[in-house]
């Protein structure tokens, strides 16, 4: 069993950043890749950015890149999701997920726990 609690969601300009924290506890972090989706309103739950257990590797999506960056610290079993250049289309409920395997997977599928959400709102 891992629990992922999500923190650092808010109201935020076009424009500004947020950082998003995801803590686990559980089962050893450092093993497992993990991952950020998110969920729009009368949308599907879509991957954001994933990194693998090291750290060594990540992936985001094509809308993301290049504004959003995926870090962890094992050591703190702690995931972060640094988002700039925020837009109103980032407006989401934000999950971590771990995998449960030392890689990444852009697929829902591929993530066994996740987290409770958290609100992330760019206004224009």
């Known amino acids: 069993q891992v629990q992922l609690v999500e923190s650092g969601g808010g109201l935020v300009q076009a424009g500004g950043s947020l950082r998003l924290s995801c803590a686990a506890s559980g089962r050893t972090f450092s093993t497992y890749g993990m991952g950020w989706f998110r969920q729009a309103p009368g949308k599907e739950r879509e991957f954001v950015a994933g990194?693998?257990?090291?750290?060594?590797?990540?992936a985001y999506a094509d809308s993301v890149k290049g504004r959003f960056t995926i870090s962890r610290d094992n050591a703190r079993a702690t995931v972060y999701l640094q988002m700039g250049s925020l837009k109103p289309e980032d407006t989401a409920v934000y999950y971590c997920?771990?995998?449960?395997?030392?890689?990444?997977?852009?697929?829902?599928?591929?993530?066994?726990?996740w987290g409770q959400g958290t609100q992330v709102t760019v206004s224009s």
């Open positions: 997920a771990v995998t449960l395997l030392p890689s990444i997977s852009k697929l829902k599928s591929g993530y066994r726990y």
């Open positions: 990194i693998t257990n090291s750290g060594a590797i990540t």
